[in-house]
């Protein structure tokens, strides 16, 4: 069974089963007076500052992002510890809404784009270049139309890199795609089941393009999944088999062009350059895993604690590793490469969307446009008009996406000292 | 019936205009059944999915009262839904509650549509909504990832994995096929 024929018949089977229900049971419309707080021990945890852990003998402190407390300076349980990290919540303190002066400055900032929708995919941490997916129209249950242009910005000035085939886009891992000499990226086709067709490597110092891998036959269960990373010299790829539960890590030497594909016997669904690192982010039946792959290695209790915490994606960016649970997010765990400290942020409720994209201190925003962003300096949940996107600070610049719908159609450039911390 | 609590099923707040705004009355007899069928399709349940709509429209009215100050509340609501059937499944296993109605028997596979239902039930719950937003409302990824408040690259990996094992299983359950 082809891919197209196994949507076809999953299409007219949903269909099918959906008419099955003919009319609709009566409902009632105004509560009855029963508690609606449930989720208020959330609240009530607040305080709760440090607790520490052992997992597979070692202690991981994991803390309040209120309190700074080092790891070390916590006291070792006594009494064996579970395997999985259950610490007591940390909070926000408050929500409010974002500032007016915010605004103003949103305002100001505004960068001058040729394209109606435009979306920030990636970012060169320590630097003010990110790349720009650029597009006519948005995409639409048929697919894309138009031609979608990626563009590299260095603060507010871009330049295009590539004019993508009719219908397909780029899509570039969040903060290792771009370097002095080089700039990776995929192609992908919306509407499509696949995840991306081919990997592209763009010489900045030429401007010429390799392609360094095709998806094959869409019947051979072989997918390129993730997004190419740079990391020491090397594009590195991910191409995997569900079928088979199998994964070839794939990589380009960037100076020699020598290539190298090596088995791995589970599914890799990305790879994450954590700046000192690469880790293979393996999908479990209920969540995801990382485990180390090249360079220093993540400490073994921030893998442990990741494991355990039901993580759902990973991300990576401004010195930060950091990862979420439950669905929508409710619990954000961030750590630095190297530490056995995780800090556990309990998302208040009502605020769902991941933890995602790409974040850099101080801000950490959600997907969902206009969910909310918290703004780490106070630890206060910024709830964000609709149509506006914090995206990420460069440079001490932070870029922010503006009209939303949901793609964004605006992007701003905006000094942190223009923003200031929001309070309760 | 059980009641999600409305933190649960709590979305963003895309308001309007109270000029445009509907009611919720409005919104169960007009779309009722239209949001149980797609209930229905998310959590595989007749029963579950009325509640799923019962306890959203609950929520929407603790949260807005009867008029709803909202630019598509048929969208909001089935945000609701997944995301309260997503919660639900998070809650206590002690929540059964007796029924008059017995569930579906499950005596083999009568037709291949049976089959594939079936299977469908067997992915996770996120592989499943995903399927379900695209296959059967035919939303784009990017409207998924909107409504499932997530990246459009985990969209593409959950549906390729949710297909890619709907697939496997297919050809599990029919030796002959091929894979």
């Not at chain 1, 009566?26 to 029963?34: I, K, M, N, V, W």
């Not at chain 1, 916590?74 to 940390?90: D, F, M």
């Not at chain 2, 596979?109 to 049976?114: M, V």
Request: proline share 7%; aromatic share 6%.
């Amino acid at each position: 069974m082809t891919d197209t024929e196994l949507e076809e018949r999953l299409t007219a089977m949903l269909h099918r089963r959906a008419d099955e229900l003919t009319g609709a049971p009566s409902f009632r419309l105004e509560p009855t007076g029963r508690s609606r707080h449930r989720l208020a021990p959330l609240g009530v945890a607040a305080a709760v500052a440090a607790v520490v852990i052992a997992v597979g003998g070692t202690v991981v402190g994991i803390r309040s992002i209120h309190h700074a407390t080092p790891a070390a300076s916590t006291p070792a349980p006594s009494t064996p510890a579970p395997s999985s990290p259950t610490p007591s919540a940390s909070t926000t303190t408050c929500t409010v809404g974002m500032p007016a002066s915010w605004q103003r400055a949103i305002s100001a900032g505004t960068i001058p784009l040729d394209h109606p929708y435009n979306e920030v995919i990636s970012v060169r941490p320590g630097t003010g270049e990110y790349l720009v997916r650029q597009l006519t129209a948005q995409p639409t249950p048929s697919g894309l139309s138009g031609q979608a242009t990626l563009a590299l910005f260095d603060g507010k000035n871009g330049q295009d890199i590539a004019t993508l085939p009719e219908g397909t886009e780029p899509v570039a891992d969040g903060s290792a795609a771009i370097d002095a000499g080089w700039i990776v990226y995929g192609v992908h086709r919306p509407g499509g089941n696949s995840n991306y067709s081919k990997v592209v490597l763009h010489d900045r110092r030429t401007g010429h393009d390799r392609v360094l891998d095709q998806a094959g036959d869409a019947d051979s269960g072989d997918q390129l999944i993730g997004d190419p990373v740079l990391f020491g010299g090397k594009v590195y790829w991910s191409e995997v088999n569900f079928a088979q539960n199998h994964s070839t890590i794939k990589s380009y030497d960037l100076s020699s062009g020598v290539t190298d594909a090596q088995p791995l016997p589970a599914v890799a669904i990305g790879l994450l350059d954590y700046g000192t690192g690469l880790a293979i982010e393996r999908s479990g039946e209920s969540s995801t895993s990382l485990a180390n792959y090249l360079g220093a290695p993540l400490a073994q209790p921030v893998l442990a604690a990741a494991a355990g915490s039901g993580a759902e994606y990973f991300t990576f960016d401004g010195g930060t590793l950091r990862w979420w649970s439950g669905y929508p997010a409710d619990v954000l765990y961030s750590n630095r490469p190297g530490s056995a400290t995780v800090e556990r942020l309990v998302v208040p409720a009502g605020s769902p969307g991941e933890f995602a994209g790409v974040n850099t201190w101080p801000f950490v925003a959600t997907a969902a446009k206009g969910a909310g962003m918290v703004d780490l300096r106070a630890n206060v949940l910024v709830s964000l008009p609709r149509g506006t996107d914090v995206l990420a600070v460069l440079d001490g610049k932070a870029l922010i996406g503006t009209g939303a719908d949901p793609l964004n159609t605006g992007l701003s450039l905006v000094p942190l000292d223009r923003l200031a911390p929001a309070h309760c | 019936m059980t009641q999600l609590p409305a933190e649960e099923v709590a979305v963003p707040d895309f308001r309007i205009g109270a000029a445009q705004a509907c009611t919720l009355s409005c919104l169960a007899t007009e779309h009722g059944l239209t949001l149980t069928r797609f209930a229905y399709l998310i959590c595989g349940d007749r029963d579950r999915a009325e509640d799923l709509v019962q306890d959203v429209l609950l929520a929407m009215h603790r949260r807005f009262g009867p008029v709803l100050p909202l630019a598509d509340p048929v969208a909001y609501a089935r945000r609701a839904i997944v995301n309260g059937n997503i919660s639900w499944s998070r809650r206590s296993v002690s929540r059964e509650i007796p029924t008059e109605r017995l569930p579906e028997a499950s005596t083999g596979f009568a037709e291949p549509d049976d089959q594939l239902w079936q299977l469908l039930g067997t992915l996770g719950r996120r592989q499943r909504a995903v399927l379900v937003l695209r296959y059967y409302l035919g939303y784009p990824d990017v409207d998924i990832a909107e409504m499932l408040g997530c990246r459009r690259a985990t969209v593409r990996s959950l549906a390729a994995r949710g297909l890619a094992e709907l697939r496997v299983r297919l050809s599990a359950a029919q030796p002959g096929a091929s894979s």
